[in-house]
């Protein structure tokens, strides 16, 4: 049984299109994080589900029902937004009773859902309050109880942490983690942050441009990324990405002139095909042998340091090294042929190797 | 925290807030002290003696009927045209918040009565209902209804409360449209998700929202109704006929500037000012709060 099922949806505002086309399914109880950078179309997803826009083209089936025409209300569905949202005339307990009582549940009944779901978020003592009297980690907690009380069949989540400060952000991430693990709703949960996307999704989605350009598990997404955008928006600091030419019967990469050998593994591809190759800035290795970077910034970040190294004609490369590592002016590094990925540089695809 | 800049010295500031002052003294407390004396006197008909005579106008004045009528006269009228002017204004501004073509012109559209001088108002209301040249007036007369409020003294009514009403509705209007537009849209997403719809939706959701509004509209249309509606009761009937459309303000004019009975007219005056007074205070005290929270 599938919890959500979208189908060919597309979204334009005008001549503009924001949506090209998503395919997704959802299975019951899966957390989906769908992330990209802002403007890639992912709220318009996310409000398309809600019911708060209407699709251009395609189908949305929750728990295999079309609910594409219906209104919101009709959808069975629950949404924590990212100012909240809360009624700021109701108490913390009305704000939660709202969506029950519209239902026509006996006030019993209410009370003892609601009494379940505040003691859960810890927010029994604060239910008489109006929300501007909440600090924002508390609202947080509202908006998440109004969403739970209802016992909805899909969670919809708009970047709900982006409003709290940093250390207030990590708690409520493992809060949301646990209580999604905990009553296993079927999620859509959209960010920006790729840490929250990372530590949340059962699978990401990867948004660019309004197309979805990878679906897979947070570990699949990180080790193999699908095209150069994943590869540098994943990650942080990002990956290296250096144009190169394949060489030597796809076993090598020149870059710069210097071939990197690709290990074992071969690339069906014509010699001097032009190629990106990839590395993670904490796989490139420090190598007396190696080829010379001048370094251009260190940043310290506690237990490690980042160092940015560039050449003159404009190539740069980031490494991130123990802190305390010995460094002079240039670095010499080589790259490890494990932790190599290889993308065709007109497309931009991940290329695999083929043996 | 609130940001004060202060003046050196005290002449300076004297200076800067003396023009205010003077316009307020001269048109303002001048004319009230005036009519405070004058409601304490009594003069002959000729205007040659001038008697002081205490309270004794404002006796005079409440055990009036004509006045007690008025004033009863000028309560319904009050409340009819707010009534009227916040419900009809209300409608527009919620469906003129809705997102569809054409918005911008049928706002301003909306917003265009409030610059009619009101004895313009009055007349376009006059044309329209003229009981033989009126397209309203005219047309009532020829499917059978007995329309001419030249005559009858509730269609008068009727007609000045409308005609003041529709005065007011653009103002209403647009602090409607405005508070609607402050509420943040997802709150309103938020109900729609939560299962709200409708009018459900309005009434427990936008409505408390709107309230701080409300209450504000409340007081301006009062004091609108019964103070600032001359120019419109006058010019379409004179308060007539007979003294059906004659309310406190319209009575004042009547009775001292028509009728020169300047001692009444004062004391009446002093009822307004007393009235208006309390509604500023009422509006002040109260509502000044209620916005800030």
């Known amino acids: 049984m599938a919890g959500l099922r979208l189908e060919g949806l597309r979204k334009s505002f005008g001549a503009n299109e924001i949506l090209k086309g998503v395919d997704l399914a959802l299975a019951d109880g899966e957390m989906l994080v769908i992330v990209g950078a802002s403007g890639c179309g992912k709220s318009t997803l996310l409000r398309l589900v809600a019911g708060l826009e209407s699709p251009t083209a395609g189908r949305i089936l929750i728990d295999d029902q079309d609910v594409t025409g219906r209104d919101p209300s009709a959808r069975d569905i629950a949404m924590v937004f990212q100012n909240y949202a809360l009624y700021p005339h109701m108490s913390v307990f009305d704000n939660m009773a709202y969506g029950l009582k519209i239902r026509g549940l006996p006030k019993s009944e209410i009370r003892a859902k609601v009494d379940a779901a505040s003691s859960l978020l810890g927010l029994d003592a604060l239910l008489d309050r109006k929300p501007r009297q909440l600090s924002g980690g508390q609202r947080q907690r509202v908006a998440m109880g109004r969403a739970i009380v209802r016992d909805p069949k899909l969670f919809l989540f708009d970047e709900p942490l982006s409003n709290l400060d940093a250390k207030l952000r990590v708690q409520m991430r493992g809060e949301i983690r646990r209580l999604q693990r905990r009553l296993r709703v079927t999620s859509l949960y959209v960010t920006h942050d790729q840490v929250e996307a990372m530590t949340l999704g059962d699978r990401l989605l990867v948004m660019h441009q309004g197309v979805p350009v990878q679906l897979a598990t947070p570990t699949e997404v990180f080790e193999r990324p699908a095209d150069t955008y994943v590869a540098g928006f994943i990650g942080s600091p990002a990956m290296n990405l250096l144009p190169g030419i394949l060489g030597r019967n796809g076993t090598v990469v020149a870059v710069e002139g210097t071939e990197i050998p690709l290990g074992n593994r071969r690339f069906a591809r014509p010699d001097g095909h032009p190629v990106t190759l990839g590395i993670r800035p904490e796989h490139v290795a420090l190598d007396p042998a190696g080829t010379s970077w001048p370094v251009e910034v260190v940043e310290l970040l506690g237990s490690e340091m980042l160092v940015h190294a560039g050449r003159a004609d404009g190539a740069s490369l980031t490494l991130r090294l123990p802190n305390g590592a010995a460094l002079s002016d240039t670095v010499r590094v080589s790259f490890p042929a494990g932790q190599l990925h290889l993308f065709d540089r007109a497309t931009g695809l991940r290329l695999e190797a083929v043996a | ?293």
């Open chain 2, 1 to 293: 925290m609130e940001r004060r800049t202060l003046f050196p010295g005290r002449l300076l500031p004297a200076l800067l807030i003396l023009p205010q002052l003077a316009l307020t003294v001269v048109f303002f407390l001048w004319p009230a002290l005036q009519a405070i004396k004058s409601s304490l006197e009594r003069e002959d008909a000729f205007g040659t003696s001038t008697e002081f005579v205490g309270l004794e106008n404002f006796a005079d004045l409440f055990s009036d009927p004509l006045y007690v009528a008025a004033i009863g006269r000028t309560a319904l009228f009050c409340v009819c045209v707010t009534a009227l002017a916040m419900g009809v204004a209300l409608l527009l501004a919620v469906l003129a918040d809705t997102e569809i073509r054409g918005r911008a012109f049928y706002r301003t559209m909306l917003i265009w009565p409030y610059a009619v001088a009101p004895a313009m108002a009055a007349v376009l209301w006059v044309l329209m209902v003229h009981p033989q040249i009126g397209l309203v007036g005219a047309w009532l007369n020829r499917i059978g209804v007995a329309w001419d409020y030249k005559l009858d003294g509730t269609q008068a009514m009727a007609l000045v409360i409308v005609a003041a009403a529709w005065k007011q509705v653009s103002y209403n209007f647009i602090f409607f449209l405005a508070g609607l537009q402050a509420i943040p849209k997802t709150i309103v997403e938020a109900a729609r998700i939560d299962g709200s719809r409708g009018f459900h939706r309005f009434r427990t959701i936008v409505l408390p929202l709107l309230m701080p509004t409300v209450y504000f509209l409340l007081v301006v249309d009062l004091v609108y109704a019964a103070f600032d509606t001359f120019a419109t009761v006058y010019a379409v009937n004179g308060g007539g006929p007979g003294q059906s459309t004659q309310t406190l303000v319209l009575k004042v004019y009547l009775d001292g500037v028509v009728n020169a009975n300047i001692g009444s007219s004062s004391a009446q005056s002093v009822v307004l000012m007393a009235g208006v007074i309390v509604l500023c205070a009422v509006q002040f005290r109260y509502l000044g709060r209620k916005a800030v929270t």
